[in-house]
């Protein structure tokens, strides 16, 4: 089992930038796809950037393609998600988590985040107009 930790979020004016950091212990990070996903208050959790466990491959969410950007440390068994231009919209809490199996590319990790049982308390980005 892994535990994650997200930290970074806050208050932030429209046009701000935040990083958002998830430090992971308890299983092998590296050998896992990851993600940062989001939940608005009445709105279902959402995948809106994920990198394979290579690091090779990334995806976003239209909604935050150009303004946000993922990565990854293996060596510090963290990840990071840069988040830039932001808007009223991306009001949420983000959470990060991996895949449910090894060596799995971003297609996967699209696929299989919805059967992920365990998440962390995520942390909360409120961004002002």
């Known amino acids: 089992q892994v535990q994650l930790v997200e930290s970074g979020g806050g208050l932030v004016e429209a046009g701000g930038s935040l990083r958002l950091s998830c430090a992971a212990s308890?299983?092998?990070?590296?050998?896992?796809?990851v993600g940062w996903f989001r939940q608005a208050p009445g709105k279902e959790r959402e995948l809106v950037a994920g990198i394979s466990w290579s690091g090779g491959t990334t995806y976003y969410a239209d909604s935050v393609k150009g303004r946000f950007s993922i990565s990854r440390d293996n060596d510090k068994n963290t990840m990071y998600l840069q988040m830039n231009s932001l808007k009223p919209d991306d009001t949420a809490a983000y959470y990060c988590n991996t895949d449910t199996a090894p060596f799995g590319a971003t297609t996967d990790l699209r696929r299989r985040w919805k059967y992920v049982e365990v998440w962390g308390q995520g942390t909360l980005v409120t961004v002002s107009s």
């Open positions: 308890g299983r092998t990070f590296s050998n896992y796809a």
